[in-house]
Every structure is written in structure tokens, then in C-alpha cells.
């Protein structure tokens, strides 16, 4: 046995700085890995077989049109709330572009989004609650502009939970996917003060316009629903302490 000890000890002496320059290009290449792919990606599969990609724990949103079928004009002309919507799964791609249109980044360099913002302070969250919709799981997902991305906060289907929470409007139940939009008023409120919050309540409005015409364009129906309970639409989607709801947008495709 000691002979044998003897001898191990006599290899690691010999060899420690090869054993100690492979670990270091271990560790190196693990960093150069992690730089260039941003951590490992990997894809599943949902229903109807398509691909999802996530990283990092975010799902990768299909990349926004910036050109559509339908002009300006015209969806303005065509827009109107709509609460009746058959039983079709949403689009993964529609969903995207619809929270690309609400939130999504127009100016990569100083990361300006869709929406007009005082100050681009951007106080608002948004978040989609998930009934049925192609290539996602049934859940609550936060909306990540910044990689237009979603990521997966609670799984399960709790659109009746949100249809109670907005006193019992059908179409919130009937709607295979819903927009939440929150605002964290300080963001707004630091930089001017009080009036910062009807800065914030303009701003649910410009986006909230916004889901109504690029909907629309897509020929999704959608309707802004603001008779809810607000704790509870904060606790279904997961909310922060210094979050508050503000809007909830139900999209289907019109019947």
C-alpha cells in the first residue's frame, strides 16, 4: 500500500503542471463558451410539433413584421373592441408581434420602444396569461422587450382565475391568451414627481392602442378591460410588491 501511495505521489509531482494547465483551459473554454452562445440553448417541442427555443430560461419570441398587410389607415377604420372569439389556438407568431407592437424595441441603439414613454422611464410590466396557445405551455409568462423574449413564471391554466378577477367577464375566459399590463409608478414618479403618475396612465394608453391596431391588422379581436379586482389580477400573474394593474387585453380571433 505504501509503495502504491509512494507512487501516485511521484506522478502527481511530475505532472501537476500539465494536470493544472488542462483544468485552466477547461475553465477557459467554458467562459469562452459562455460568451459567444450567451449560455446553452436547447429547443423543445410543444403541441401541434413546433419549435420553441429557450436560453437561459427565456423562450425566444418569433422576430417581429415590420411590414404588414393592412396600412395605418385602415386599421384605425377597422378597430373596434371585440368580445366574441371562436375556439382557435393563438398563433405564437401573432402573440409575438402583438407584444412587440406593445412594448418591443424600435431603436436597438438607445433602446427605444414601441410605445412613447415621458422620459423613457418606462414604468410598465406586461405580462400574458396563457390558455391556448400554439407552442406554449398553459401558464403566466413576463414579456422581456429587451430580447422580446418570454419567460415562465407559474404553470398552469388560470384564465378562469383571471375571469373571476375581472368580475366575471366571459371573454377574458373564452380568449386563449391575455395581455396584463402593470405600471411600477416609481420609475415615472422619481424623476417628476407626482405628476409622474398620469404620465404612467397616458402611457397604458398609448400602448394599449396600440395592441388594439396591431391586433386588428392581424385580424385578432381584443377589448381593453379595466373592471377588475386589482390585488387579485396582481397575484395571478405574479406581480411585484411595487407592481399595480392597470389594463387587461383578452385576444382571440374574431368569430
Known amino acids: 500500500m505504501l509503495i502504491v501511495c509512494t507512487a501516485y505521489l511521484k506522478f502527481f509531482e511530475q505532472y501537476k503542471f500539465v494536470m493544472r494547465g488542462l483544468v485552466i483551459a ?65 398563433k405564437l407568431e401573432h402573440l409575438s408581434q402583438i407584444l412587440w407592437a406593445a412594448q418591443g424595441i424600435t431603436d436597438p441603439i438607445r433602446k427605444f420602444r414601441s410605445a412613447p414613454s415621458a422620459g423613457a422611464t418606462y414604468p410598465l410590466e406586461l405580462y ?27 404553470e398552469g391554466d388560470y384564465r378562469y382565475d383571471l375571469y373571476i378577477a375581472c368580475v366575471s367577464q366571459k371573454w377574458v375566459l373564452k380568449a386563449p391568451a391575455s395581455i396584463v399590463i402593470t405600471a411600477v409608478y416609481e420609475r415615472t414618479i422619481n424623476r417628476y414627481g407626482e405628476r409622474g403618475i398620469r404620465y404612467v396612465h397616458m402611457e397604458a394608453g398609448h400602448v394599449g392602442q396600440n395592441i388594439y391596431l ?34 387587461v387585453f383578452p385576444l382571440g380571433y374574431k368569430r
Open 26 to 90: 477547461t475553465l477557459l473554454l467554458s467562459i469562452v463558451f459562455t460568451f459567444l452562445y450567451g449560455g446553452v440553448k436547447f429547443i423543445h417541442e410543444e403541441r401541434y410539433g413546433d419549435k420553441v427555443e429557450v436560453e437561459n430560461g427565456w423562450i425566444k419570441l418569433p422576430e417581429p413584421r415590420k411590414k404588414g398587410e393592412m396600412s395605418v389607415e385602415e386599421a384605425i377604420e377597422k378597430r373596434r373592441s371585440v368580445r366574441d372569439y371562436i375556439d382557435k389556438p393563438l
Open 128 to 154: 400574458v396569461v396563457v390558455g391556448d396557445v400554439v407552442g406554449l405551455k398553459p401558464g403566466i409568462y413576463h414579456y422581456n422587450p429587451y430580447n422580446h423574449s418570454l419567460k415562465l413564471i407559474k
Open 214 to 247: 396591431q391586433a386588428t391588422a392581424l385580424g385578432i379581436g381584443t377589448v381593453a378591460v379595466g373592471a377588475f379586482y386589482d390585488e387579485r389580477v396582481e397575484e395571478i400573474v405574479g406581480a411585484k410588491d411595487n407592481e399595480r394593474a392597470l389594463y
